[in-house]
């Protein structure tokens, strides 16, 4: 069967198209930026690659013979005050684009709404499932609440939590109740309904066999950590003090706590069908899903991360316009060293940020990614997805990898953190020499003052960086 899936390099997505590709199907993958194909599918030869863009799409892009068709775009950490239009804009866009080719079905994976009063996301994501409805196809939709899996949002930020504080004084929506569902048995749900025409223009809420609140979810989640927390729940607490707590303990963005706290009020609880008859399936319950979420980490087989969305609002367009460093106008600290074993120093290149730092005063790294969450930044807590692989599109501390590749021997960062201008800190080895260039384009006096505070740490951050990426100890 010949699918199309949307949101190709978000978390579900590129889960899902390596699931399909296992079972056989021929994949058209739309993506915004043809340099952030998932290195796992791109040479795979049932899989094709087109560049759309659904709020600007360009017509007769998507060949007419599709079959079924994924919708899996979100904006839960955009920073745009006006998400709730530009969903509603994409889903229209993509709902002209498919009703002109010869699909016969849309799947789109939405969230649980039966609370009375509903999240604006939530809102949204209605919102999005009642414009995707057409007489041209039939719309089957799943509506999740929180997804467990390795990488996923909801278990990265319970994991902070429960694994830096062992004491916790929390606001009242921690008694919240919901039914949290493994990400393996999403993906279950989704590949197992294509096709399926008893499912055809119908609704179905997917969700774990437990009820929980976020609170019992925190102490299951330290049980199988083998932890013991306290857990203490204040009678109130504000949404906008909430989603600094949620910001500052653990690595999500201040855009993506806010919008998560305004969830977290609404009761996730699913209404009873017949769909798992229809799918074949028994859903896990949330320890199992957790055990499983570090099972992949352990392995170091973590597919996909909410922190692979490139959400900050530094890039309002494709991450490939930023790969060429910029010439003038820019204040640049250029050092090169004579390499000693270049295998050496490209592993030591791709391994650099997360867990292993950043080889000299990594210290002072901290202290940098500190006062960026101050300002409302990134910060150093999202690290990276693996200790020793990266492809572009990928986070790295405050960082956003633009372009990786071992043979060409280079790879080029640019800032997520909150800055006066922008930045960029390229390693890259022509023929036995390493080159590390770090530029910067200030904006205004404010960025060029910015450089000048900074640039005595140059000449022993930046010195011992490049030092240790030559020597072998």
Same mark, same amino acid.
């Given at each position: 069967?010949?699918?199309?899936?949307?949101?190709?390099?978000?978390?579900?997505?590129?889960?899902?198209?390596? *699931?399909?590709?296992?079972?056989?199907?021929?994949?058209?993958?739309?993506?915004?930026?043809?340099?952030?194909?998932?290195?796992?599918?791109?040479?795979?030869?049932?899989?094709?690659?087109?560049?759309?863009?659904?709020?600007?799409?360009?017509?007769?892009?998507?060949?007419?013979?599709?079959?079924?068709?994924?919708?899996?775009?979100?904006?839960?950490?955009?920073?745009?005050?006006?998400?709730?239009?530009?969903?509603?804009?994409?889903?229209?866009?993509?709902?002209?684009?498919?009703?002109?080719?010869?699909?016969?079905?849309?799947?789109?994976?939405?969230?649980?709404?039966?609370?009375?009063?509903?999240?604006?996301?939530?809102?949204?994501?209605?919102?999005?499932?009642?414009?995707?409805?057409?007489?041209?196809?039939?719309?089957?939709?799943?509506?999740?609440?929180?997804?467990?899996?390795?990488?996923?949002?909801?278990?990265?930020?319970?994991?902070?939590?429960?694994?830096?504080?062992?004491?916790?004084?929390?606001?009242?929506?921690?008694?919240?109740?919901?039914?949290?569902?493994?990400?393996?048995?999403?993906?279950?749900?989704?590949?197992?309904?294509?096709?399926?025409? *008893?499912?055809?223009?119908?609704?179905?809420?997917?969700?774990?066999?437990?009820?929980?609140?976020?609170?019992?979810?925190?102490?299951?989640?330290?049980?199988?950590?083998?932890?013991?927390?306290?857990?203490?729940?204040?009678?109130?607490?504000?949404?906008?003090?909430?989603?600094?707590?949620?910001?500052?303990?653990?690595?999500?963005?201040?855009?993506?706590? *806010?919008?998560?706290?305004?969830?977290?009020?609404?009761?996730?609880?699913?209404?009873?069908?017949?769909?798992?008859?229809?799918?074949?399936?028994?859903?896990?319950?949330?320890?199992?899903?957790?055990?499983?979420?570090?099972?992949?980490?352990?392995?170091?087989?973590?597919?996909?991360?909410?922190?692979?969305?490139?959400?900050?609002?530094?890039?309002?367009?494709?991450?490939?316009?930023?790969?060429?460093?910029?010439?003038?106008?820019?204040?640049?600290?250029?050092?090169?060293?004579?390499?000693?074993?270049?295998?050496?120093?490209?592993?030591?290149?791709?391994?650099?940020?997360?867990?292993?730092?950043?080889?000299?005063?990594?210290?002072?790294?901290?202290?940098?990614?500190?006062?960026?969450?101050?300002?409302?930044?990134?910060?150093?807590?999202?690290?990276?997805?693996?200790?020793?692989?990266?492809?572009?599109?990928?986070?790295?501390?405050?960082?956003?990898?633009?372009?990786?590749?071992?043979?060409?021997?280079?790879?080029?960062?640019?800032?997520?953190?909150?800055?006066?201008?922008?930045?960029?800190?390229?390693?890259?080895?022509?023929?036995?020499?390493?080159?590390?260039?770090?530029?910067?384009?200030?904006?205004?006096?404010?960025?060029?003052?910015?450089?000048?505070?900074?640039?005595?740490?140059?000449?022993?951050?930046?010195?011992?960086?490049?030092?240790?990426?030559?020597?072998?100890?």
């Amino acid at each position: 069967m010949r699918i199309l899936i949307t949101g190709t390099t978000g978390y579900i997505a590129k889960r899902l198209a390596l *699931q399909l590709l296992e079972a056989k199907h021929e994949l058209v993958c739309c993506v915004r930026d043809m340099n952030r194909i998932p290195d796992e599918i791109e040479e795979h030869p049932q899989c094709t690659f087109i560049k759309l863009n659904f709020l600007n799409p360009e017509p007769n892009k998507i060949s007419k013979d599709i079959d079924t068709a994924y919708y899996l775009i979100h904006s839960m950490a955009t920073q745009s005050e006006d998400f709730e239009d530009l969903e509603r804009q994409c889903a229209s866009n993509f709902k002209t684009l498919i009703a002109s080719t010869n699909c016969k079905q849309v799947i789109y994976l939405s969230g649980i709404v039966n609370d009375n009063s509903l999240s604006k996301h939530l809102k949204s994501r209605l919102q999005v499932e009642e414009t995707l409805k057409s007489d041209d196809y039939a719309l089957t939709t799943f509506r999740a609440g929180i997804i467990v899996g390795s990488g996923s949002a909801s278990f990265e930020i319970i994991r902070d939590i429960v694994e830096k504080l062992p004491l916790m004084i929390t606001p009242k929506w921690l008694n919240t109740k919901s039914q949290p569902i493994g990400i393996r048995d999403v993906l279950t749900y989704l590949s197992g309904a294509i096709g399926k025409e *008893q499912l055809y223009n119908k609704s179905y809420d997917i969700f774990g066999p437990e009820i929980l609140t976020y609170k019992d979810m925190l102490l299951q989640f330290a049980e199988v950590r083998g932890l013991r927390r306290y857990i203490y729940t204040l009678p109130v607490l504000t949404p906008k003090l909430s989603s600094y707590w949620l910001y500052f303990v653990t690595s999500t963005s201040f855009q993506l706590a *806010q919008a998560l706290v305004d969830s977290m009020k609404v009761e996730v609880i699913g209404k009873a069908s017949d769909i798992n008859e229809h799918i074949d399936i028994k859903p896990m319950t949330y320890k199992t899903a957790v055990d499983l979420a570090f099972q992949k980490i352990q392995q170091n087989s973590v597919i996909s991360s909410w922190k692979d969305a490139v959400s900050s609002g530094v890039f309002n367009d494709q991450l490939s316009k930023h790969i060429e460093l910029p010439q003038f106008g820019c204040f640049k600290d250029v050092r090169s060293r004579k390499v000693k074993d270049e295998q050496f120093t490209i592993n030591k290149i791709w391994s650099i940020g997360g867990r292993n730092g950043w080889y000299s005063f990594n210290w002072l790294w901290k202290l940098r990614g500190y006062v960026d969450k101050l300002f409302g930044g990134v910060g150093l807590r999202r690290g990276r997805t693996h200790n020793t692989y990266l492809e572009p599109g990928d986070p790295l501390d405050f960082w956003r990898v633009l372009f990786a590749d071992k043979e060409e021997k280079r790879l080029l960062l640019f800032a997520e953190m909150k800055l006066p201008g922008e930045a960029w800190l390229e390693f890259k080895i022509v023929k036995d020499k390493l080159y590390q260039r770090a530029v910067f384009r200030p904006k205004g006096v404010w960025g060029r003052l910015y450089w000048y505070m900074v640039l005595p740490f140059h000449a022993f951050v930046f010195k011992g960086m490049i030092n240790a990426l030559v020597e072998p100890k």
